[in-house]
Each structure stands twice: as structure tokens, then as C-alpha cells.
């Protein structure tokens, strides 16, 4: 997974993460001294972040981006009063 990761194939070694109960044995077996668990995890992360993504909330980007939905921070209930 470290070799996948370190040559760019970061979907591939995610789907190989998938797997891993991060018991982190494979910590001491790692020449390079890498954390191989928290490199899976962040590869996971990343492939979800890059895929996974509501529709409406990419509708919404989209509307944003396109001025048809402008963001008011002065709309009444856009600034909450903090709570201290």
C-alpha cells in the first residue's frame, strides 16, 4: 500500500486499506519507518473526499458558482449569536 500510495495510485491502495483493522503490526515491519495504518487511512480519506459527494450539495455548489444562489452573511440568522 506505501509503494501504491508513493507512486500516485492512491484509489488503488485505499481499496487495499479497506481491510485493515489498524492493529498497526505492520508499523514495526515497515523499513522506511512510515506509518503504513495512518497512510491507509489517509489515502481513504482522500478517495472519499474526491467521490463521494451529495447531489444536492454539488447542485448547490454549482448554483453558488453561477451567482443563481448568492450568500448573503447579512441575512437575518446567517450570524448566530455565540453562546459563551
Same mark, same amino acid.
Given at each position: %500500500?506505501?509503494?501504491?500510495?508513493?507512486? #500516485?495510485?492512491?484509489?488503488?491502495?485505499?481499496?487495499?486499506?479497506?481491510?485493515?483493522? %489498524?492493529?498497526?503490526?505492520?508499523?514495526?515491519?515497515?523499513?522506511?519507518?512510515?506509518?503504513?495504518?495512518?497512510? #491507509?487511512?489517509?489515502?481513504?480519506? %482522500?478517495?472519499?473526499?474526491?467521490?463521494?459527494?451529495?447531489?444536492?450539495?454539488?447542485?448547490?455548489?454549482?448554483?453558488?458558482?453561477? #451567482?443563481?444562489?448568492?450568500?448573503?452573511?447579512?441575512?437575518? #440568522?446567517?450570524?448566530?449569536?455565540?453562546?459563551?
Amino acid at each position: %500500500m506505501v509503494n501504491l500510495s508513493a507512486a #500516485g495510485e492512491a484509489f488503488t491502495a485505499a481499496a487495499l486499506f479497506d481491510q485493515c483493522v %489498524m492493529c498497526n503490526l505492520c508499523v514495526a515491519a515497515c523499513p522506511e519507518h512510515i506509518d503504513p495504518a495512518h497512510l #491507509g487511512q489517509f489515502v481513504r480519506r %482522500m478517495a472519499a473526499s474526491l467521490t463521494l459527494r451529495p447531489a444536492d450539495l454539488i447542485r448547490r455548489l454549482r448554483e453558488i458558482e453561477q #451567482g443563481r444562489q448568492p450568500i448573503d452573511p447579512d441575512a437575518p #440568522g446567517a450570524n448566530p449569536p455565540v453562546q459563551s
